[in-house]
């Protein structure tokens, strides 16, 4: 990357300063974004899962899902909910447009497949609530 | 600068683009059954306090060969579309874009080198399955 790159890509004039993007601009980003996310998250993922599968019987597998399960790292998966659950629509968006469905109503489907994204959002936090906050301190 | 830019698929390729949409669809639905298996299917089996997944209670699922194709279906899937898509990103940066082979060859290797890694992990459950 050249020295200037800098300046076009985040500069006042650039196509990714904030007053310079549209929703479909936004769209994009965010799935960039969403995207190195998951990759990071998917290699933790398989490297902590995986080494610790390896000892005999599995008791370094339990610690981990024992240290996991607490309502701090729980919490983070919310996160993780939010960033898949986007990803996983925007990208279902751009399918579709590849496939021509929906090109001449673009920010229809992209507010759609967002409301959908809504509603799943809130099924994963219904869904992990009571381990974040478990009843009566337990 | 828009007229700057490249579109994406002829600096990444026509089939790597044909596939991310391919493997997207099919992570969709392997995430959906992921979830679905490791937190709230009943294995049937007596795996200790719940909503805590245990290596007994993993084990149980992994001694039927389904789980593991599963498994190694989605592994792939996810390597060849999180590598893919990180060279798209890397490219639409125009980073790299003249060392195109050198980010390919590396990716690909790490890419080949996390799937056997996880080939191995499941092996000793799958010499299990038999008997």
Redesign the interface.
């Known amino acids: 990357m050249k020295i200037s790159s800098f300046k076009w890509l985040f500069g006042r004039n650039s196509e990714f300063w904030p007053t310079n993007m549209k929703t479909g601009m936004w769209a994009w980003v965010g799935h960039r974004l969403t995207g190195l996310v998951l990759v990071a998250y998917v290699f933790l993922h398989l490297s902590f899962i995986s080494t610790a599968s390896t000892a005999e019987g599995g008791a370094s597998f339990d610690a981990l899902m024992e240290t996991t399960s607490q309502p701090l790292f729980v919490a983070m998966d919310f996160l993780l909910v939010i960033v898949v659950i986007y990803h996983a629509m925007n990208g279902l968006r751009v399918v579709l447009f590849d496939l021509g469905v929906g090109i001449r109503r673009q920010k229809l489907v992209f507010w759609v497949t967002m409301a959908i994204a809504a509603v799943l959002v809130v099924g994963g936090m219904l869904a992990i609530w009571h381990l974040v906050f478990p009843a009566g301190g337990a | 600068?828009?007229e700057?830019r490249i579109a994406t698929s002829k600096v990444a390729g026509t089939w790597a683009w044909a596939f991310q949409?391919l493997s997207?669809?099919l992570?969709?639905a392997f995430?959906a059954v992921h979830l679905y298996v490791a937190h709230f299917m009943d294995v049937g089996a007596e795996t200790g306090e719940e909503?805590?997944?245990?290596?007994?209670e993993?084990?149980v699922r992994l001694d039927q060969l389904v789980y593991i194709i599963v498994d190694y279906g989605m592994?792939s899937m996810?390597l060849l579309h999180?590598?893919n898509?990180?060279r798209t990103?890397l490219f639409?940066?125009?980073?790299f874009v003249r060392r195109k082979k050198v980010i390919d060859v590396a990716l690909w290797v790490v890419g080949v080198a996390?799937l056997i890694?996880?080939i191995v992990?499941l092996l000793p459950f799958i010499t299990n399955a038999g008997g």
């Open positions: 600068m828009a700057q949409r997207a669809v992570l969709i995430l909503p805590l997944i245990t290596f007994d993993v084990s592994l996810v999180g590598l898509g990180l990103v639409d940066f125009d980073m996390t890694w996880g992990i």
